[in-house]
């Protein structure tokens, strides 16, 4: 089993949809960041968490350390938002472990 | 731009062989990362250096190393290239050595025919 699990796989939206994305992992951590990969392959990053909730423009990320989970929320989802989206963990051990990503489709 | 530079873009190179691919961090960062993306097996971390220090391994096989120099900016040498190191590898550099938000370079293609 994974030690950090992303659902759904595939994700697709009408646009102004709300989405969720969710991420679980099974190691200790001391962050999590929450990744956006575009068809051309470039990698951004989009928050880094330790506890709490994070918020920029229309994207939310949560993250609960005792349930070891943390969410991606897309408000008012545009066409643009189409990427897939990775979350990746800081183990206790200070290496890095990624989830395997959602492809997020949002349809004009 | 994130303002790290990978360089080459592509590489395209026989089995055997032995690569060597350049990240420039962003001005002001110490810690780079380096990550490699195949197919098969997505995101997988490498390994981390910090100030020129290793500060953190991941998966990464004994034929490749990594350096970074007193500049800050790192190499990625692969040795004995096998056709399952082909990928994209991608470094990435932050401010601090944990914690602390990821700049990713756009990741050198690496074919190995």
């Known amino acids: 089993k994974n030690e950090v699990e992303q659902s759904p796989q595939n994700l697709t939206a009408q646009e102004g949809e709300f989405i969720t994305i969710n991420c679980s992992y099974s190691v200790g951590i001391s962050a999590l960041h929450w990744l956006q990969q575009h068809p051309g392959g470039g990698i951004v990053s989009l928050f880094m968490?330790?506890?709490g909730k994070k918020k920029h423009g229309r994207l939310i990320a949560t993250i609960n350390i005792q349930e070891k989970h943390s969410s991606l929320h897309i408000t008012a989802s545009h066409p643009r938002d189409s990427a897939v989206y990775i979350c990746a963990v800081r183990s206790a051990y200070n290496d890095m472990r990624f989830g395997a990503g959602t492809r997020l489709t949002v349809k004009p | 731009d994130s303002g790290v530079t990978q360089t080459p873009k592509h590489l395209i190179t026989a089995t055997g062989q032995r690569v060597t691919l350049r990240c420039s961090p962003r001005s002001g960062d110490l810690s780079v990362y380096w990550y490699q993306q195949s197919l098969d097996q997505g995101l997988q971390f490498l390994i981390q250096y910090y100030n020129g220090e290793e500060r953190a391994k991941g998966n990464i096989l004994e034929r490749f190393s990594a350096q970074q120099f007193p500049d800050l900016h790192s190499e990625l040498n692969l040795s004995s290239l096998e056709l399952g190191d082909s990928a994209l590898y991608f470094c990435?550099?932050?401010?601090?050595?944990?914690?602390?938000?990821?700049?990713f370079g756009n990741g050198t293609r690496l074919t190995v025919t």
């Open positions: 990435a550099s932050s401010p601090r050595w944990e914690n602390s938000p990821l700049h």
């Open positions: 968490l330790s506890s």
